[in-house]
């Protein structure tokens, strides 16, 4: 009987998902099925376990990458999580898809807003230009406000 003690196994994990990140830039590896297999598997493994980084970043290949709609929900359901966990990256990739819409959902300019101003509050270094644009503009759901969209050039700037 193997026995796997959780210090031990949990330090396997992060070890495997920091090795993953870094090959995870390399073309090669990436266009091959197994390698690809691979290192869906580390990214996964650590967003399962909670990782906020590793819940955007797989959330982030499941949306782009992912095959098929359960895919997408899935990297949807993880950006979620991580940007409401306070991950900068997911809260404005969570605005973004706010505003554009899908097929089963409408635009929304006002949850776009508040994903924004989530990401801004985390260090986004694009929130406040795209607030201020918002604002500018206007969104459905949202009417058109010069004073904020001021506020937030100025925060930009």
Not at 120 to 148: E, I, N, S, T
Request: glycine residues 10%; contains cysteine.
């Amino acid at each position: 009987m193997h026995i796997v003690r959780p210090g031990l196994w949990l330090f396997r994990v992060r070890i495997s998902y920091w090795l993953a990140r870094r090959c995870f830039h390399w073309p090669w590896l990436v266009r091959q099925p197994w390698g690809w297999r691979w290192l869906e598997r580390q990214f996964s493994r650590m967003a399962t376990l909670g990782n906020v980084d590793a819940m955007g970043f797989y959330g982030h290949i499941l949306l782009l990458r992912g095959t098929g709609l359960a895919a997408r929900d899935e990297g949807l359901r993880l950006l979620r999580l991580a940007a409401e966990r306070g991950n900068a990256k997911a809260a404005y990739q969570m605005g973004a898809i706010s505003l554009a819409g899908s097929l089963r959902s409408a635009p929304d300019a006002v949850a776009a807003l508040h994903w924004w101003e989530t990401a801004l509050a985390a260090g986004h270094p694009v929130a406040a230009f795209k607030l201020a644009q918002l604002y500018r503009q206007g969104g459905p759901g949202l009417a058109p406000d010069l004073a904020k969209a001021a506020h937030y050039a100025a925060v930009q700037g």
